[in-house]
């Protein structure tokens, strides 16, 4: 006799799945997710966590490569400097780049980041003026300022959908991230489980 997880149908089953994310992911991912799934699996619940790893309780984390383990694989996007349009951000030098003042978003709330990274490699450094933990806080810090934030590129098209701002490409080649997904050991052959996962990695091709 097959058991439960054998005969999982999303369309019928009943379960929640509790996903941790960074602000980005949840925004370009699991809102997509979501509203694709809303009318498709009307008994399963999902609980949208800050990216944590508690054993046990959470089904899902995704997150940068760089910081866990894990089976997504993607090379998820590309990376642009955003500027409030007011005082939009000319075609920079790397030396002119580094000496804005500059908004960073750190998820995980620590300092430094992917650009610092490039900076240094170049000999150079800049000024965080702000840190903030979201990217969806981004127009409201530059909003009259002259400041700008480097972002990834579909974060940075949404928030230009509902905030006026302008992007251009930064005067050096930031690399790209690659997502992952990483999961506990107990629930490797759970059949819902990997649903999640496959329908995850279907929503980020698309």
């Known amino acids: 006799m097959l058991s439960e997880q054998a005969r999982f149908d999303p369309a019928t089953a009943q379960r929640r799945f509790r996903i941790a994310a960074i602000n980005y992911v949840q ?3 699991l809102a997509t997710l979501l509203k694709r799934l809303a009318t498709t699996v009307p008994m399963i619940d999902f609980e949208i966590r800050q ?3 508690e054993a046990g309780v959470l089904d899902l984390l995704i997150r940068p490569h760089r910081q866990v383990a894990g089976s997504f694989g993607r090379r998820f996007t590309t990376t642009v400097t955003v500027a409030w349009t007011e005082h939009a951000a000319k075609r ?8 804005m003042e500059h908004v960073l978003v750190a998820p995980r709330e620590r300092p430094g980041g992917i650009v610092d990274e490039v900076l240094e490699r170049n000999k150079l450094s800049r000024r965080v003026v702000v840190q903030a ?5 981004v127009p409201y810090l530059l909003l009259g300022t002259q400041r700008i934030a480097t972002v990834p590129e579909r974060m940075a098209k949404e928030l230009a959908r509902v905030h ?9 080649e930031i690399p790209r991230f690659t997502m992952c997904q990483a999961w506990h050991e107990i629930h490797r052959t759970d059949a819902g489980h990997r649903w999640l996962r496959e ?6 091709k698309g």
């Not at 933990?133 to 806080?137: E, H, V, Y």
């Not at 006026?164 to 050096?172: E, M």
């Not at 329908?199 to 980020?204: D, F, I, K």
């Open 92 to 99: 920079l030098t790397l030396s002119g780049f580094a000496a």
């Open 133 to 137: 933990s979201a990217f969806l806080l």
């Open 164 to 172: 006026p701002s302008s992007c251009s490409s930064p005067p050096v």
């Open 199 to 204: 329908v995850l990695l279907e929503t980020a």
């Open 27 to 29: 925004v370009m991912l």
């Open 51 to 53: 990216a944590s790893m």
